[in-house]
T-cell receptor, first 111, second 111 residues
């Protein structure tokens, strides 16, 4: 089945460590996105990429980095510079401005 | 900032129609109205979208007012499985990359 896979579902890290969240899609979608969701809040855009080897900052990019070396993959690194990294992270993809398809998210806890 | 306003929460009896309103008074001519829903700890699921005309699919109906400043998502026969947070968003298909979610409406379907 085609879809978006985010792994792992739960991730725990110590403060000060960088951590990379995986997002893979087999939908052949050009565009991919990363959102952050805090409890009781909506989704906020971190980074997005509309084509391989190109990406743009979203509304809350500080403390995060991404890469888009392959069409299928858009990993997100949460760096130690991110002051409040504990959150639910969602990856999405779309094609030709079609509705976004979302993965099931990674819940990151940093202590 | 989100471009839409939705009630924070709503209740609906199982088997009855759930009517979820959304105000988007600043919507521009090229912007579509999209509806997603999110069940706890999962990624948002696309429901329906429209530009001007009312739309219906197997999940729901979307009614957009003539001035396009508001819309209503209708779940014709709500079930317990429809309990979720429903997001109404507006965006220009040419700038889908800046899709922003608000806090949505928490729909509780009860027996």
């Amino acid at each position: 089945d085609g879809g978006i896979t985010q792994s792992p579902k739960y991730l725990f890290r110590k403060e000060g460590q960088n951590v990379t969240l995986s997002c893979e899609q087999n939908l052949n979608h050009d565009a991919m996105y990363w959102y952050r969701q805090d409890p009781g809040q909506g989704l906020r855009l971190i980074y997005y990429s509309q084509i391989v080897n190109d990406f743009q900052k979203g509304d809350i990019a500080e403390g995060y980095s991404v890469s888009r070396e392959k069409k299928e993959s858009f990993p997100l690194t949460v760096t130690s510079a991110q002051k409040n990294p504990t959150a639910f992270y969602l990856c999405a993809s779309s094609w030709n401005n079609s509705p976004l398809h979302f993965g099931n998210g990674t819940r990151l806890t940093v202590t | 900032d989100a471009k839409t306003t939705q009630p924070t929460s709503m209740d609906c009896a199982e088997g009855r129609a759930a009517n979820l309103p959304c105000n988007h008074s600043t919507i521009s001519g090229n912007e579509y109205v999209y509806w997603y829903r999110q069940i706890h700890s999962q990624g948002p699921q696309y429901i329906i979208h429209g530009l001007k005309n009312n739309e219906t699919n197997e999940m729901a109906s979307l009614i957009i007012t003539e001035d396009r400043k508001s819309s209503t998502l209708i779940l014709p026969h709500a079930t317990l499985r429809d309990t979720a947070v429903y997001y109404c968003i507006v965006f220009d298909s040419g700038t889908a990359s800046k899709l922003t979610f608000g806090t949505g409406t928490r729909l509780q379907v009860t027996l």
